[in-house]
C-alpha cells in the first residue's frame, strides 16, 4: 500500500534551474495538494486540483506551476527557480463523498527536500 | 478566511508528565473540523486526531485528547503521559466542511514538543 509517494526526495538546484516533483497516489483520491514547509512558518499551500484536468491556486503560488493530466498524478513544477524556494516540499491527497468529508484529512507524502543555490 | 495560531513555539516536558499544546481558531464558518499532525524529526506527516465542529463530545486517540471549546475558539491537543517518542513537531489544523470540493487544509506554524528523560 503505497498511499502518496513523492519523487524526488531531494533535490539540489542552481538559480535560474527548472524542475518537475512529481506526486502520485494510489488511493483513487479526488483532491491533490502541494505544500511548502518553512520554519516558523508552517505548512503552506501552494495549489491544489479537485480533480483530473483541473488545479487551482492556493496561498502562495507564485513561481509555481502545475499539472493533473492523470487522476493519480499532481506535478509541481518549478520554471525558473530561486532561492527562496528553498524548502521541503509536500504532497497529499484526499477524498469526499457527497455527504462526508473524510476525517482523516490528508494523506501525505514524504517530502521534498529542495535547495535552490 | 482561516487562521490558525498555535502560541507556543516549543516546550519541554518531563517524561510521563500530560501536555497541553495550544491551539486557537478564526473562522466565520459554522461547519469545519479540526485536526492535530505530528511531524518526527524524520520528516513525515502522521495524523493524530480529528474534531468535527458539531461533535459534541471531544475527540480521543489513544493516549491523545482533543479539547474543543467552541466559544473560545480553541482545539488544545492533550497528550496524556508523555513519552520519549512524542517528541516531535506538531501542527493544528482546520478546513471549512460547508461545501464540498474545498477541502483545503490551513495549517498553524507548529508547536516544538521535546520530552525529557
Known amino acids: 500500500n503505497a498511499g502518496v509517494t513523492q519523487t524526488p526526495k531531494f533535490r539540489v538546484l542552481k538559480t535560474g534551474q527548472s524542475m518537475t516533483l512529481l506526486c502520485a497516489q494510489d488511493?483513487?483520491?479526488?483532491?491533490m495538494y502541494w505544500y511548502r514547509q518553512d520554519p516558523g512558518m508552517g505548512l503552506r499551500l501552494i495549489h491544489y486540483s479537485v480533480g483530473e484536468g483541473t488545479t487551482a491556486k492556493g496561498e502562495v503560488p507564485d513561481g509555481y506551476n502545475v499539472s493533473r493530466l492523470k487522476k493519480q498524478n499532481f506535478l509541481l513544477g518549478l520554471e525558473s527557480a530561486a532561492p527562496s524556494q528553498t524548502s521541503v516540499y509536500f504532497c497529499a491527497s484526499s477524498y469526499s463523498t457527497l455527504w462526508t468529508f473524510s476525517p482523516y484529512g490528508y494523506t501525505f507524502g514524504s517530502g521534498t527536500r529542495l535547495t535552490v543555490v | 478566511a482561516q487562521k490558525i495560531t498555535q502560541t507556543q513555539p516549543g516546550m519541554f516536558v518531563q517524561e510521563k508528565e500530560a501536555v497541553t499544546l495550544d491551539c486557537t481558531y478564526d473562522?466565520?464558518?459554522?461547519?469545519?473540523?479540526l485536526f492535530w499532525y505530528k511531524q518526527p524529526s524524520s520528516g513525515e506527516m502522521i495524523f493524530l486526531i480529528y474534531q468535527g465542529s458539531y461533535d459534541e463530545q471531544n475527540a480521543t486517540e489513544g493516549r491523545y485528547s482533543l479539547n474543543f471549546q467552541k466559544a473560545r475558539k480553541s482545539a488544545n491537543l492533550v497528550i496524556s503521559a508523555s513519552q520519549l517518542g512524542d517528541s516531535a513537531m506538531y501542527f493544528c489544523?482546520?478546513?471549512?466542511?460547508?461545501?464540498?470540493?474545498?477541502?483545503?487544509?490551513?495549517f498553524g506554524t507548529g508547536t516544538r514538543l521535546t520530552i525529557i528523560p
Open positions: 473562522t466565520s464558518d459554522q461547519s469545519y473540523g
Open positions: 488511493m483513487n483520491h479526488e483532491y
Open positions: 489544523a482546520m478546513r471549512r466542511e460547508s461545501n464540498f470540493g474545498n477541502e483545503k487544509l490551513t
